[in-house]
Protein backbone atom coordinates (compact mmCIF):
# COMPACT_ATOMS: atom_id res chain seq x y z
CA UNK A 1 0.00 0.00 0.00
CA UNK A 2 1.16 3.60 -0.55
CA UNK A 3 -0.51 6.84 -0.33
CA UNK A 4 -1.41 8.23 -3.75
CA UNK A 5 -2.92 11.61 -3.45
CA UNK A 6 -4.25 14.33 -0.96
CA UNK A 7 -6.90 16.27 -2.39
CA UNK A 8 -7.34 20.31 -1.94
CA UNK A 9 -10.84 22.08 -3.02
CA UNK A 10 -10.00 25.38 -5.14
CA UNK A 11 -11.98 28.38 -5.75
CA UNK A 12 -9.61 29.31 -9.00
CA UNK A 13 -8.15 26.13 -10.78
CA UNK A 14 -5.92 28.03 -12.71
CA UNK A 15 -5.03 30.17 -10.21
CA UNK A 16 -3.79 27.25 -8.09
CA UNK A 17 -1.82 25.77 -10.75
CA UNK A 18 0.13 28.23 -11.49
CA UNK A 19 1.11 28.11 -8.15
CA UNK A 20 1.58 24.83 -7.51
CA UNK A 21 4.14 25.12 -11.04
CA UNK A 22 4.91 28.22 -11.11
CA UNK A 23 6.25 28.83 -7.27
CA UNK A 24 6.47 25.50 -5.82
CA UNK A 25 8.12 23.72 -9.36
CA UNK A 26 5.47 20.60 -9.48
CA UNK A 27 4.38 19.60 -13.44
CA UNK A 28 0.61 19.42 -13.99
CA UNK A 29 0.53 15.69 -14.69
CA UNK A 30 -3.28 15.36 -15.60
CA UNK A 31 -6.19 17.15 -15.88
CA UNK A 32 -9.83 16.54 -16.78
CA UNK A 33 -13.13 18.13 -17.18
CA UNK A 34 -16.49 15.87 -15.71
CA UNK A 35 -19.31 17.71 -17.35
CA UNK A 36 -21.92 15.65 -15.72
CA UNK A 37 -20.42 16.20 -12.15
CA UNK A 38 -19.70 19.70 -12.61
CA UNK A 39 -16.63 19.79 -11.30
CA UNK A 40 -12.89 19.15 -13.05
CA UNK A 41 -9.61 17.77 -11.93
CA UNK A 42 -6.07 18.35 -11.42
CA UNK A 43 -3.16 16.25 -10.56
CA UNK A 44 -0.17 17.90 -10.07
CA UNK A 45 3.06 16.76 -8.41
CA UNK A 46 7.44 16.12 -8.83
CA UNK A 47 7.17 12.73 -10.48
CA UNK A 48 4.57 10.37 -12.13
CA UNK A 49 1.84 9.41 -10.31
CA UNK A 50 2.76 5.47 -10.05
CA UNK A 51 6.07 6.55 -8.48
CA UNK A 52 5.03 9.62 -6.04
CA UNK A 53 2.49 10.72 -4.16
CA UNK A 54 0.89 13.97 -5.52
CA UNK A 55 -1.98 16.61 -4.90
CA UNK A 56 -5.36 16.54 -6.83
CA UNK A 57 -6.82 19.77 -7.01
CA UNK A 58 -10.68 19.60 -7.22
CA UNK A 59 -12.30 22.65 -8.68
CA UNK A 60 -16.46 22.78 -8.38
CA UNK A 61 -17.95 24.91 -10.93
CA UNK A 62 -19.35 27.87 -9.86
CA UNK A 63 -17.57 27.57 -6.11
CA UNK A 64 -15.28 30.24 -5.67
CA UNK A 65 -14.34 29.65 -1.99
CA UNK A 66 -14.23 27.07 0.84
CA UNK A 67 -13.75 27.48 4.62
CA UNK A 68 -10.92 25.28 5.70
CA UNK A 69 -11.73 24.27 8.80
CA UNK A 70 -10.30 23.50 11.77
CA UNK A 71 -8.91 19.68 11.63
CA UNK A 72 -7.20 20.27 8.17
CA UNK A 73 -3.01 20.34 9.29
CA UNK A 74 -0.78 21.28 6.01
CA UNK A 75 1.34 19.15 3.03
CA UNK A 76 4.75 18.96 4.15
CA UNK A 77 7.23 19.43 0.92
CA UNK A 78 11.27 18.85 1.63
CA UNK A 79 13.49 21.16 -0.27
CA UNK A 80 17.14 21.14 -0.06
CA UNK A 81 17.63 24.33 1.40
CA UNK A 82 14.67 26.27 3.37
CA UNK A 83 16.29 29.40 3.74
CA UNK A 84 16.45 29.74 -0.16
CA UNK A 85 13.50 27.97 -1.01
CA UNK A 86 11.19 30.95 1.13
CA UNK A 87 13.24 33.50 -0.61
CA UNK A 88 12.53 32.60 -4.01
CA UNK A 89 8.39 32.14 -2.85
CA UNK A 90 8.91 35.30 -1.44
CA UNK A 91 10.17 37.00 -4.30
CA UNK A 92 7.52 35.21 -6.64
CA UNK A 93 4.40 36.54 -4.59
CA UNK A 94 4.06 33.91 -2.52
CA UNK A 95 2.99 34.06 0.90
CA UNK A 96 5.24 33.27 3.64
CA UNK A 97 3.26 32.24 6.92
CA UNK A 98 6.42 31.37 9.04
CA UNK A 99 10.29 32.24 7.83
CA UNK A 100 12.89 29.68 8.16
CA UNK A 101 13.92 28.83 11.24
CA UNK A 102 14.27 25.62 13.93
CA UNK A 103 11.11 24.04 14.54
CA UNK A 104 9.78 24.53 17.83
CA UNK A 105 11.62 22.45 20.43
CA UNK A 106 13.95 21.08 17.83
CA UNK A 107 16.60 21.37 15.10
CA UNK A 108 14.72 20.81 11.60
CA UNK A 109 14.86 24.04 9.86
CA UNK A 110 11.43 24.61 8.25
CA UNK A 111 9.06 27.18 6.88
CA UNK A 112 5.56 27.27 6.21
CA UNK A 113 4.06 29.11 3.31
CA UNK A 114 -0.01 29.92 1.75
CA UNK A 115 -1.48 28.50 -0.80
CA UNK A 116 -4.05 30.67 -3.15
CA UNK A 117 -6.97 28.97 -1.46
CA UNK A 118 -5.25 29.46 2.44
CA UNK A 119 -3.95 26.18 2.69
CA UNK A 120 -0.69 26.04 4.53
CA UNK A 121 2.83 24.08 3.24
CA UNK A 122 5.63 23.49 5.44
CA UNK A 123 8.59 23.02 3.83
CA UNK A 124 11.31 21.06 5.42
CA UNK A 125 14.77 20.60 5.17
CA UNK A 126 16.90 17.68 3.03
CA UNK A 127 17.65 15.78 5.87
CA UNK A 128 21.32 14.59 5.70
CA UNK A 129 22.32 10.86 4.49
Do not use: C
Not at 5 to 31: A, E, P
Not at 45 to 60: A, K, M, P, R, W
Not at 104 to 117: K, L
Amino acid sequence: MRILHTMLRTGDLQRSIDFYTQILGMKLLRRKDYPDGEFTLAFLGYGDESEQTVIELTYNWGVEQYTLGSGYGHIAIEVDDVHQATARIKAQGGKILRDAGPMNAGSTIIAFVEDPDGYPIELIGARAG
